[in-house]
């Protein structure tokens, strides 16, 4: 069992940055392959950004390539998603993951997050 914990959403303007933080406790956090997902209103939740147990590894969605980045500090027991050039349409509840393997699919990750809102404002 892992518990995870978001953090760092909120208002921003379009341009702008936010870095989100995903804590995790519980079993091994380096064991896990972590990933981020978001879900807008009235939409179905998408894939983000995934990362390897060691960090060595990531993945992301083609319309955020470029603009955020995932990484990772085991000692801390921390995921992170730094999102710079933010647009309207990243305005989401995004949500942290926790897998035995990276995948982009979310059925593949047992544990997950409360969620954190992100807005962004045109």
């Known amino acids: 069992q892992v518990q995870l914990v978001e953090s760092g959403g909120g208002l921003v303007q379009a341009g702008g940055s936010l870095r989100l933080s995903c804590a995790a406790s519980g079993r091994t956090f380096s064991s896990f392959a972590m990933g981020w997902f978001r879900q807008a209103p009235g939409k179905e939740r998408e894939f983000v950004a995934a990362?390897?147990?060691?960090?060595?590894?990531?993945n992301y969605a083609g319309s955020v390539k470029g603009r955020f980045t995932i990484s990772r500090d085991n000692a801390k027991n921390t995921v992170y998603l730094q999102m710079n050039n933010l647009k309207p349409e990243d305005t989401a509840v995004y949500y942290c993951?926790?897998?035995?393997?990276?995948?982009?699919?979310?059925?593949?990750?047992?544990?997950w997050g409360q969620g954190t809102q992100v807005t962004v404002s045109s």
């Open positions: 990362i390897s147990y060691s960090g060595s590894t990531t």
């Open positions: 993951a926790a897998g035995t393997l990276m995948a982009t699919m979310s059925v593949r990750y047992p544990y």
